[in-house]
């Protein structure tokens, strides 16, 4: 539909995104008293967790026998036996099977064995592990009000580890974990984690009703019941990048499944950002990204990777969220009347309105985990350095990261800075930190990757490239913060227009472009250009009229920052799209996909027509995948061999087309506020 002219932008109405900054939270080092104190005594003190309506605590035996014997199971297996001929019995012990497999199994004394080893890594792993106590006093008055669902940001496989020993800390009930079978075949290991409260759930089902009839009844059992707290991963998986990932919905359309039947009056989840100074498997996971298969996970893998604890990885902030009451969040959004038509033990398919809920939700959770984020001066020093290389003069960059700082600040961001600390010092210490991601050499700061006689080759480039994306991950910490401001800025670029109509036709095309790569909620694009606009306005960057945006004079340098920042991102699409229109053969897989533009990148970056090593990631290459096939430029085929992709070459050079502001985008209609 064509945009009316008459119609007035959000910049100049009431706002809709709320620009009051939040009152920061203080934080706790829960180390400190660690260091000055017996850790066998801390693992064997006392330990009484506040409960949910004064429940006792229900054994993994029971528990598992209230899930077998519940309705909806038993109404599963009687199904599958009509429909297969095997008897009840049979299929009844297939289930009991599929519980002894998943099923957590709590014990104390394995709680108590990992509070003692954990105390003794932390400390010589961590500096700091700082927790808001606010959000702890919030978190203890949830548990006893209401079932209670825990939802981190996952960036480490300490993820877990480190949130069960916080809640031991504070006399808060241990969780009982959703993890993926992977760690089953870890010896000893599989089965201590799940004695500290880890159920095990496969990565696929493929169409097994009986294991997903017998799943979701254990995870609505915990929370029906309030024996626990639940916990698990929104984004389903580690986020190689540290981006957000976008949010798996599976498990938290079974957390709210209770709700939505009147099972439970309410449900609490509990958004939690977990920030990392330095990850234990960056390095790691930028070989993963360049295509160096995942090492799989096993007990001896774990004992060779003890040489970390030679190691320093700085500090960790764990910030606890405000609890989130879904009743609130779905109050005149989702029509629960359609649950009470059946029986609830009868498997409904969700309508629609409860798809958008859920997802909206979800989105919901994550926004709120990068809101709470805690930057270092690590993720200051790398955005800097990214957009310096090769090199940088290290007063400059001393000058350039105080700048981007206070512009952190500004844009509402909370950075992690020691009092009273000169900046020279700070930066110092952040660079000893990240030793194997950055050097200091005469005065100048790079990357430590030794420049062979040889001349650049594939080698060096992949060399090169994994500490250019080890970099990029603490960059990326940022993203979430400049995104909205900085697409706006590239619309005013792209469209080399001031009418605030057509920036904000880009500003959509590449939003909608952008989705898989950074967290857009449905539905929010209005909402989304608005909070662009006013933080360019607040710094001043631009200048808004009642139908124009125009650049200023004083806003350059941050017009220059966002947009080199987000540089990489545009620079990587284009080159996916240059090579599905000039090289790709048809039909071919992710995987025929990945290798062949990796090696189109590879040339580039040779010639010196690409100078963006980003480009050489598998997450932005199968994100751009994923953009093309929700625009009809690539069509997804189910084939009996897989899954196939074809490419719409007229449709993949108009996207390159409009990226690269060859063409206009389409309009957008946006109603008048």
């Not at 049979?90 to 394995?110: C, F, K, P, T, Y």
Request: hydrophobic share 40%; glycine share 6%; with cysteine.
């Amino acid at each position: 539909m064509a945009t009316s002219s008459k119609m007035l932008y959000m910049c100049n109405s009431t706002p809709q995104w709320d620009p009051t900054p939040k009152k920061r939270e203080d934080f706790e080092d829960i180390l400190d008293e660690r260091r000055h104190s017996s850790d066998l005594r801390y693992a064997m003190r006392c330990y009484t967790p506040v409960v949910y309506r004064g429940l006792t605590t229900c054994i993994p035996s029971a528990l598992k026998s209230a899930v077998l014997k519940s309705e909806h199971v038993q109404y599963v297996i009687h199904k599958l036996s009509k429909e297969t001929g095997e008897s009840s019995e049979i299929i009844q012990e297939e289930a009991a099977e599929i519980l002894d497999e998943m099923g957590h199994n709590l014990h104390m004394s394995v709680i108590r064995f990992f509070v003692f080893t954990l105390s003794k890594i932390f400390k010589k792993l961590f500096s700091k592990v700082c927790v808001n106590e606010e959000g702890i006093q919030r978190l203890h008055q949830a548990v006893q009000d209401y079932p209670v669902v825990l939802l981190p940001s996952h960036r480490s496989y300490i993820d877990f580890l480190m949130l069960s020993y916080i809640l031991y800390a504070y006399d808060l009930p241990l969780p009982v974990i959703a993890a993926g079978m992977d760690f089953m075949g870890m010896k000893m290991v599989g089965e201590m984690l799940r004695m500290a409260g880890a159920f095990f759930i496969r990565r696929t089902f493929g169409g097994n009703k009986l294991y997903w009839a017998v799943f979701s009844e254990y995870v609505k059992t915990v929370l029906r019941n309030g024996y626990a707290p639940l916990e698990f991963f929104v984004e389903g998986t580690r986020s190689r990048t540290c981006k957000s990932l976008t949010p798996k919905l599976g498990l938290l359309n079974i957390v709210i499944e209770p709700f939505l039947k009147g099972e439970v009056f309410d449900v609490f989840l509990v958004p939690i950002s977990i920030s990392y100074e330095r990850i234990l498997e960056e390095s790691l996971y930028a070989h993963e990204l360049l295509g160096v298969p995942k090492p799989k996970e096993s007990t001896s893998g774990l004992l060779k990777a003890r040489m970390i604890l030679s190691e320093h990885f700085g500090s960790i902030h764990v910030f606890f969220g405000q609890p989130i009451s879904l009743r609130t969040l779905a109050a005149g959004r989702v029509n629960r009347i359609q649950y009470n038509l059946v029986p609830r033990h009868i498997p409904q398919k969700s309508g629609d309105d409860v798809h958008h809920f859920v997802n909206e939700v979800a989105h919901k959770v994550l926004l709120f985990q990068l809101e709470n984020m805690v930057f270092s001066p690590w993720t200051l020093i790398a955005t800097v350095l990214l957009q310096s290389l090769p090199s940088i003069e290290l007063s400059v960059l001393t000058e350039k990261v105080l700048w981007l700082k206070r512009l952190v600040q500004s844009f509402g961001g909370f950075v992690d800075w020691p009092d009273n600390c000169p900046a020279d010092k700070v930066i110092a210490s952040s660079l000893a930190i990240h030793h194997t991601t950055a050097k200091t050499c005469n005065g100048y700061v790079t990357l430590p990757v030794q420049h062979k006689d040889c001349g650049i080759n594939e080698e060096y480039i992949f060399r090169y490239a994994v500490h250019v994306l080890m970099c990029a991950s603490y960059r990326n910490h940022l993203l979430n913060l400049f995104v909205r401001p900085a697409l706006v800025l590239f619309a005013m670029e792209s469209t080399k227009s001031h009418k605030k109509e057509e920036i904000y036709n880009y500003f959509v095309f590449l939003r909608d472009l952008f989705s898989d790569e950074f967290i857009f909620p449905a539905g929010t694009a209005i909402k989304d250009f608005e909070e662009g606009c006013f933080l360019l306005g607040k710094c001043e960057a631009v200048e808004m009229l009642q139908q124009d945006i125009f650049f200023t004079d004083n806003g350059s340098s941050i017009t220059l920052f966002l947009t080199a920042m987000f540089q990489p991102f545009l620079e990587g699409y284009l080159t996916y799209c240059n090579y599905l229109t000039l090289e790709a053969s048809e039909p071919f897989t992710e995987k025929q996909f990945i290798t062949g533009v990796r090696q189109f990148t590879f040339q580039l970056l040779l010639t010196g027509y690409l100078k963006f090593y980003e480009v050489l990631s598998s997450d932005m290459q199968k994100n751009a995948m994923a953009a093309l096939v929700r625009q009809g430029s690539l069509h997804k085929l189910k084939m009996s061999n897989g899954i196939t992709y074809q490419v719409d070459r007229e449709a993949v050079s108009r996207t390159a087309d409009m990226l690269g502001s060859k063409v206009p985008v389409r309009k957008h209609f946006v109603p008048r506020l």
